[in-house]
């Protein structure tokens, strides 16, 4: 008889509660939730428990959040008021065998698996998930641009900071909307192809110069490249939409110093389509499980 695989969920957003259904339905697997107690739609059949009480030893599969774990291990709980840490001796507990899924992963994560010898798996490093992520992230970016303008997204100055998975799609998909698409980038290639899709290619290093007529400023790019240049230059009617993962790559004490509003929009799939993004990421799970 095959062994069930010891799989817990510890902690997550709205999007783990599409992956939590797709995981039940899995023969084979005994599935532990942590940090869901408050979660109004209970999953009557599956264990709730606390970090403390799970041994190491049994677990095969740990499902972290999207943001995986702080610098000291702490973890991100959306559903429940329990204060979740994950020791360096916790991992050292767990067995060769085990494996770790995260969103993104970070030192701290890095440094403890590669310690334990466990491979950890940061699922925003897959393109495949990161290239469907970024279609209900573009959905998100246009619903925030609705919200915080109050003008049309068509004939809008749109300027994209960042030419990667997410940058690509955000930017076709404003331009179908029939906006004024910029794309700012450093690699040459990226700016043949910008060009090539009949947007208007700007160099990284010249971002400041092209940006005095833009009404949406959007960055996708994870360092600080909205800097207080480029801000001066920006009109105050502009918003900024920062895609980043946190901090963002906007200086925004700047921006609000100067009367631009500015926002940070991180797990924008989680907030605008869960259900689909848990679905995403349910898939390559259990693939690589």
């Known amino acids: 008889m095959k062994k069930e ?39 009557t059949s599956l264990k709730q428990s606390n970090i403390e009480d799970i041994d190491p030893d049994i677990v095969d599969v740990v499902i972290l959040p999207i943001t995986g774990t702080d610098e000291k291990g702490s973890v991100e709980v959306v559903f429940s008021n329990q204060q979740i840490q994950l020791s360096k001796e916790w991992f050292n507990k767990l067995k060769p065998s085990a494996k770790i899924f995260t969103g993104i992963t970070s030192k701290y994560l890095q440094e403890v698996t590669n310690a334990a010898n466990i491979k950890l798996f940061p699922l925003l490093n897959r393109d ?11 959905e998100g970016t246009i619903m925030k641009a609705m919200e915080y303008t109050d003008y049309t997204i068509h004939s809008s100055y749109v300027t994209v900071v960042g030419f990667g ?9 404003f331009y179908a909307l029939g906006a004024n698409v910029s794309v700012s980038a450093r690699n040459k290639k990226d700016l043949a192809r910008i060009t090539e899709m009949g947007l208007q290619a700007i160099p990284l290093h010249e971002l400041k110069q092209n940006v005095s007529t833009c009404d ?23 918003l900024i939409i920062d895609l980043a993962s946190k901090p963002g ?20 799939p989680g907030i605008v389509a869960p259900k689909t993004a848990g679905k995403i990421l349910a898939d390559v799970i259990i693939k690589l499980m």
Do not use: M, W
């Not at 695989?5 to 797709?22: N, P, T, W």
């Not at 997410?166 to 930017?171: R, S």
């Not at 360092?223 to 502009?238: D, F, G, N």
């Open 5 to 43: 695989k010891q799989v817990f969920i510890i902690g997550g957003d709205a999007r783990y509660i599409e992956l939590i259904r797709q995981l039940q339905s899995l023969k084979d697997i005994r599935l532990t939730l942590i940090g869901f107690d408050q979660l109004e739609q209970s999953f």
């Open 128 to 138: 495949d998930i990161a290239i469907y992520n970024s279609i209900p992230t573009a």
């Open 165 to 173: 998975r997410v940058g690509h799609t955000v930017a076709r998909t």
């Open 216 to 238: 949406i400023l959007i960055n996708t790019v994870p360092a600080p490249v909205i800097t207080k240049q480029e801000i001066e230059q920006l009109p105050t009617h502009c």
């Open 249 to 268: 790559g906007t200086d925004f004490s700047y921006a609000k110093k100067r009367g631009i509003h500015a926002i940070l929009s991180k797990s924008l």
